[in-house]
């Protein structure tokens, strides 16, 4: 069931990355907006897995943002995200997310 959320979950980012940067907490909002029942503990992993599929499809990189612009600053390694990279960004305040390549 999860491969569906996951397969799901990448081809919304992909749609969104044809318009704009998409921030990592969007995978979450995404993925329970349309999985509500499923909490916020068990919705990162399905995330994690759909970034890992599309920074290695080579679909997009990861960057800082400033919400609210959609100006992508200095890329980021996947292997320095930190939990609270998932969580909804604060106004004038760097979080990451994905620029398309």
Request: proline share 8%; net charge negative.
């Amino acid at each position: 069931m999860n491969e569906d959320r996951i397969a799901w979950l990448e081809m919304e980012i992909k749609d969104l990355l044809g318009v704009s940067n998409v921030g990592l907490y969007e995978f979450v909002w995404l993925l329970r907006g349309r999985y509500p029942q499923i909490p916020f503990d068990s919705a990162r992993p399905i995330a994690e897995e759909a970034l890992r599929s599309l920074l290695s499809a080579g679909a997009a990189r990861l960057v800082l943002l400033t919400w609210p612009g959609q100006e992508a600053g200095a890329g980021v390694g996947p292997q320095t995200l930190q939990s609270s990279d998932w969580d909804d960004p604060r106004r004038g305040e760097p979080y990451v997310g994905l620029t398309p390549i």
